[in-house]
């Protein structure tokens, strides 16, 4: 066996690892895929058509398409600044040892926190019977609902949305608040900048792409959540996702090849969103190294 024996490249068995990985993905993510993006462009019978992308104009569509983006980027914006802050206390905040893994594992777990039980959650704590409601008005006289409080709207499903948001994007925005030099600091320091110029000139600059990133994966988050809407809004509330639900599975509203050609403008929505934040990602690597 000479150098050229050395020279073949050795089979590692390591692929085997990743083999589940790609088997699920293909499996759940991109077969699916692929199925909703073909019958959009078809009808009942499998001819090719584009009526249904045509029908996404209709004004309950669109209407439906409008209030899932205003509930995301609400959802995205509050996420963002209150997740933002959340880890720059634990990151820079100089808190007690303990603060830091107990919030990072309790935001792993929330961050996962959706569908029926979190719909559960809120209407057993704000909904007209909740705990907190019940409390307010019996121990101060606060009715949360005469004063226009309703967890079935708008901002009912954006103040539950920010349960798995602000812990979503503690998770992703700490490494990049952890990898801030300290040189940074102490540059501007000796050069005579405050700490609002420090982060004003320095670490915002250096940060924001990593926070514009965020907040476009949580955009798409929200944007794609149906479990938690339909658990706790059912019908009343009308965004895509429950819209898309019932074109597929309702017996009313039945019109599958509709509902895919709502999937398809979701899935370009997110799409977009993903790519953004995975463009804005590798450009704050390149500071944070």
């Known amino acids: 066996m000479g150098p050229a024996a050395d020279r073949v490249p050795k089979r590692s068995l390591a692929w085997l690892g990743v083999v589940p990985f790609f088997l699920f993905a293909l499996l759940f993510l991109v077969g ?5 993006i073909v019958g959009a462009f078809q009808d009942p019978a499998g001819n090719l058509t584009l009526a249904n992308l045509v029908a996404l104009a209709q004004p309950q569509i669109l209407a439906a398409y409008w209030i899932s983006i205003r509930i995301s980027l609400a959802s995205a914006a509050l996420g963002a600044v209150i997740g933002f802050f959340l880890a720059y206390a634990i990151v820079h905040g100089n808190l007690p040892g303990w603060i830091r893994p ?10 996962n926190f959706a569908g029926i039980p979190l719909a559960f959650a809120f209407l057993a704590t704000l909904g007209r019977l909740g705990l907190v409601t019940v409390f307010l008005n019996e121990a101060f006289g606060i009715n949360l609902y005469r004063m226009g409080f309703n967890l079935l709207s708008f901002w009912g499903l954006t103040l539950t949305y920010l349960y798995f948001q602000i812990p979503l994007m503690v998770l992703i925005i700490a490494p990049a608040l952890d990898g801030l ?47 938690t809407a339909y658990a706790l809004t059912g019908s009343s509330l009308n965004i895509v996702p429950i819209l898309l639900y019932a074109q597929i599975r309702g017996d009313v509203l039945y019109n599958p090849n509709l509902g895919y050609a709502l999937a398809f403008g979701m899935i370009v929505i997110t799409g977009c969103s993903n790519i953004l934040y995975i463009w804005l990602r ?5 500071w944070l190294r």
Do not use: D, H
């Not at 107990?102 to 961050?111: H, L, Q, R």
């Not at 590798?282 to 390149?286: Q, W």
């Open 282 to 286: 590798s450009r704050a690597e390149r």
């Open 102 to 111: 107990a919030i990072v594992t309790f935001s792993g777990v929330a961050s």
């Open 32 to 36: 699916p895929t692929l199925y909703l």
């Open 181 to 227: 030099k300290r040189e940074w600091r102490e540059a501007s320091s000796i050069l005579g900048a405050s700490n609002w110029q420090y982060w004003r000139m320095v670490a915002l600059p250096v940060l924001f792409p990593s926070l514009l990133g965020c907040f476009l994966l949580l955009f798409a988050n929200a944007f794609g959540a149906i479990a």
